[in-house]
């Protein structure tokens, strides 16, 4: 049952990390865009979903959507409630990423005759992913650690958490599951923390 609960635990942290990549990318170039409205939005959406605790946004799409006859799945649910929040985080990485780069680097992209488009394709992007790459280390330890939060609703694997509160309600286990389920999560980040200095050290910018 552990090792059922730590591979789904690995299975939402690798999607919910992937999703909240791909959507922090795309809520940075809003708010990197010369145009306002698109620059509102992201900006609001990371105001948002920063600010509102992971459990209060798995209630509302569990208890409140079905009002609005959207019912997703509780592992679904899980998922995108991960997502929305590290997604927040994800595009401040992007942000800090992107501050780094010189104001020399736009001006002669822009002298190239480079449209907003291509300027961030070609320069932006490439740079602020390589060094956003341990901020966004940081944040895969985080999003491995939020799934804990499926342990709210009855997942049907549990996963760590929820399987030591299995666990608990129906037995005396005492404090070794949690001693087992603490060792899973902590040897987990210690690989996602390994892999993450490592693309580091071969993608860091040297200034």
């Not at 070794?176 to 060792?183: D, E, G, M, R, Y």
């Amino acid at each position: 049952m552990y090792v059922q609960a730590l591979l789904g635990t690995w299975w939402m942290s690798l999607v919910s990390f992937a999703f909240a990549m791909l959507l922090a990318l795309v809520i940075t170039v809003f708010r990197v865009s010369p145009i306002k409205p698109l620059r509102v939005v992201g900006d609001l959406y990371v105001q948002i979903f920063r600010n509102i605790p992971g459990v209060s946004l798995l209630i509302i799409l569990v208890y409140a959507l079905p009002y609005l006859k959207i019912v997703m799945d509780y592992r679904l649910c899980v998922i995108v409630t991960v997502t929305l929040v590290a997604s927040a985080f994800g595009s401040e990485n992007f942000m800090s990423g992107i501050n780094t780069i010189g104001v020399g680097q736009i001006e002669a992209a822009r002298s190239l005759g480079m449209g907003f488009g291509k300027m961030l394709r070609l320069v932006v992007i490439p740079q602020a992913l390589r060094s956003a790459v341990l901020p966004m280390t940081n944040l895969a330890v985080a999003v491995l650690l939020t799934t804990a939060l499926g342990s709210q609703v009855p997942l049907s694997p549990p996963e760590l958490t929820g399987l030591v509160s299995y666990i608990n309600t129906r037995t005396v286990g005492g404090i070794l599951p949690f001693v087992i389920s603490a060792l899973m999560y902590a040897g987990t980040a210690f690989v996602i923390g390994v892999i993450g200095n490592a693309i580091d050290k071969k993608v860091r910018i040297v200034r």
